[in-house]
């Protein structure tokens, strides 16, 4: 018998959770919350998580929302039968880590484009740093909670700090141009 392995990030929480078919949006807020925390799909009601204290709450959220909807949920410690086992979750679960940093590198680039069209054109009103600044705000938020579900290091973290990173001087050269643009005299013809 293969002995089970018991490095960090070798063990899973897996959640089997059965909802009732009404109201849907019962079942629609479970989805949402495992989603939101990175659970990965097994199959039809069954999600798994490494068993790791940033997956808490979240897990814990989904479970009260189960409950509050008349569902039932069996949350299951398990570790696989090998290190073949372990390897196979963590590529999975990593493979998914990838996709949502890709996903926030396009957001980065889109924040990028619409930062460089405000130069451009020079919209440069009061409001427009702010907006920006929230933009940012966001992107920031998304990063923290990627980089702390992405438990086994997605290749894409270093990228997605980088253009953070850029992102931030971006936001920080429009709010300089637009205070110069607004602090500038208007040069008078004699």
Not at 51 to 76: D, N, Q, W
Not at 158 to 181: G, M, P, S
């Amino acid at each position: 018998m293969t002995k089970p392995n018991r490095e960090p990030g070798s063990r899973r929480l897996v959640l089997v959770i059965k909802l009732p078919a009404e109201p849907s949006r019962h079942r629609g807020a479970v989805w949402r919350k495992l989603r939101g925390i990175g659970a990965l799909s097994l199959g039809q009601g069954v999600r798994a998580v490494p068993e790791v204290p940033v997956f808490a709450e979240g897990i814990a959220r989904a479970l009260e929302l189960t409950e509050h909807s008349g569902g039932r949920a069996v949350t299951l410690n398990a570790s696989g039968r090998g290190p073949e086992d372990a390897a196979r979750f963590q590529a999975v679960f990593t493979a998914a880590r990838s996709e949502d940093w890709t996903e926030f590198l396009a957001d980065c680039g889109e924040f990028e484009a619409e930062t460089a069209k405000e130069i451009r054109v020079a919209k440069f009103t009061p409001a427009e740093p702010e907006e920006e600044e929230q933009s940012l705000e966001r992107l920031r938020r998304r990063h923290r909670d990627l980089t702390a579900r992405d438990v086994f290091g997605a290749p894409e973290t270093a990228q997605a700090a980088a253009r953070l990173k850029r992102c931030t001087t971006i936001c920080q050269d429009h709010a300089e141009r637009v205070f110069h643009a607004l602090h500038e005299t208007p040069s008078q013809d004699r």
